[in-house]
């Protein structure tokens, strides 16, 4: 065999490990994108504001805010303006800190596949970490926030966000329809599902479309590439393995739902859940362009408890869900996947084949509005 057939005979075989994984997440992707839209056109703004302002007091607007972030599908691209908007309209700093946590950490779409790729203790354990990071984050920030030591940088004399390019009437940079204006949610019935799977299949696809193949790719990659035993043998649990997923997912930019196919891999190859869900837990709800804007707009303490909260909720949750697995005598490698094995895969293959040109038009799309 030469040495052109044996690269292409490689690259076929990731390709085919991506596409199962792919094939696998469709269904539960297709259905947790359209929860997504639905809630995007059938929740009202003033609702969200009326439950997270300073009236509804310093720990309930951040129970509020935790609460409901954790159902919603923005990334981290997309959940920084959409959290400083609310501080802007009157939440409190701690709500605003729980809701830039709760939202990108996990949604509808990512708990779907979570689903599908791991199981079901990991897919009720993800959203009940999310919320109880985001609680602690936001109280810690308004019981230090009692004092009124000065004027900070959104609710004082600050350029008003619509002069910030993130809030000016044109669409991001980034691309990501969630960071500019959406189309008036008003209208009857039929027009708002229209509107919400516009949003679901088309600007949410797009949004996240392309980490989404990045994550299938890299764990097609992984799963092809990495030896059974070699995770396992120096990740495979306890805090110096969940420190080292601590330290790759901060600064990376990766959506909930990208991260999900990679921490399936991994945990396949040997990583203990704990560590693998450290990685689910910090790489989506930060990174470097995030911390860079929480910096800015709502100061170093604010930042520091951001950072601090994310990794010590993230390594603590770890250790329980470690303990949880380990007390129960179950075999994560044994029922990772399980889920998605009650439909045949024959099914799953035509999801997936739905699923791809939704993404690449959902892309292409995004593309085209920046342009």
């Not at 908007?85 to 709500?95: D, P, Q």
């Not at 985001?134 to 004027?151: F, I, R």
């Not at 990208?258 to 396949?268: C, N, Q």
Request: a neutral charge; one cysteine or more.
């Amino acid at each position: 065999m030469s040495f052109a057939d044996a690269v292409l005979g490689t690259l076929a075989d990731i390709m085919l490990e991506s596409w199962d994984i792919f094939a696998e997440a469709a269904p539960y992707l297709l259905l947790g994108f359209g929860i997504a839209g639905l809630l995007h056109v059938f929740v009202p703004d003033d609702k969200v504001m009326q439950y997270l302002g300073s009236s509804a007091g310093k720990f309930r607007s951040v129970i509020n805010a935790s609460f409901l972030g954790v159902p919603l599908p923005l990334c981290s691209c997309g959940v920084v303006p959409a959290a400083l908007s609310l501080r802007k309209r009157g939440a409190t700093k701690g709500a605003t800190l729980s809701f830039l946590i709760s939202t990108p950490q996990t949604g509808v779409d990512s708990i779907a596949i979570t689903y599908a790729l791991l199981d079901p203790i990991m897919t009720v354990f993800r959203p009940v970490a999310t919320f109880i990071t985001a609680v602690v984050a936001g109280v810690a920030e308004n019981m230090l926030n009692l004092s009124k030591d000065g004027v900070d940088k959104l609710s004082g004399k600050a350029a008003p966000l619509n002069a910030l390019p993130m809030f000016s009437a044109e669409p991001d940079s980034c691309g990501c329809s969630s960071c500019g204006p959406h189309e008036e949610k008003a209208g009857s019935f039929v027009q708002k599902v229209k509107s919400g799977l516009k949003y679901a299949y088309i600007e949410l696809l797009g949004e996240i479309g392309f980490w989404l193949i990045v994550g299938v790719v890299v764990a097609g990659i992984i799963s092809y590439v990495v030896p059974e035993n070699l995770v396992g043998n120096y990740l495979g649990g306890g805090i110096a393995s969940m420190l080292l997923a601590l330290i790759v997912g901060i600064p990376l930019y990766i959506c909930a739902t990208a991260s999900t196919p990679l921490a399936a891999v991994l945990i396949l190859k040997g990583m203990s859940p704990g560590a693998a869900f450290v990685f689910l837990l910090a790489g989506p709800a930060t990174n470097a362009a995030t911390i860079t804007m929480v910096l800015k707009f709502l100061g170093r303490r604010t930042t520091a408890v951001y950072l601090a909260s994310i990794a010590l909720c993230a390594v603590v949750c770890g250790l329980v869900l470690d303990q949880i697995y380990s007390r129960l005598g179950i075999d994560v490698i044994s029922i990772a996947g399980s889920a998605s094995e009650v439909m045949p895969d024959e099914v799953k293959n035509i999801f997936a084949v739905i699923l791809l040109p939704l993404l690449l038009y959902g892309m292409y799309a995004g593309k085209k509005c920046t342009e």
